[in-house]
């Protein structure tokens, strides 16, 4: 499977922006879906995943009620909504998905909040 993350842009802190993840070559609801981002001089960090079938949510603890992942089956694709975006989300965001134990990621889209 090839995943293509896209939304990323400039936001001022406080605003809101809607990543997307898009699937090509097999059907996405079997998979696990996450996004993870990196900072400038950090480690790349979890973010939020959904996981397939039920579709169970997960969120890093700095999320805080902030953003929501969600995922459009027919659309082969996953979304995840920002909220309350504050300068410290700044990053490269991967999408990323698993299914029997192989890993597959996406490139990364760039979020930029200014303050």
């Known amino acids: 499977v090839q995943l293509q993350a896209s939304g990323g842009g400039s936001v001022q802190a406080g605003g809101s922006r809607r990543l997307s993840c898009s699937a090509s070559g097999r059907a996405f609801i079997n998979y696990t879906v996450a996004w993870f981002r990196q900072a400038p001089g950090k480690e790349r960090e979890f973010v939020s995943a959904v996981k397939y079938g039920v579709g169970t949510t997960y969120y890093g603890d700095f999320v805080k009620g902030r953003f929501t992942i969600s995922r459009d089956n027919a659309k082969n694709t996953v979304f995840l909504q920002m909220n309350s975006l504050k300068p410290e989300d700044t990053a490269v965001y991967y999408c990323?998905?698993?299914?029997?134990?192989?890993?597959?990621w996406g490139q990364g889209t760039q979020v930029t909040v200014s303050s």
């Open positions: 990323y998905g698993r299914r029997f134990g192989i890993d597959y």
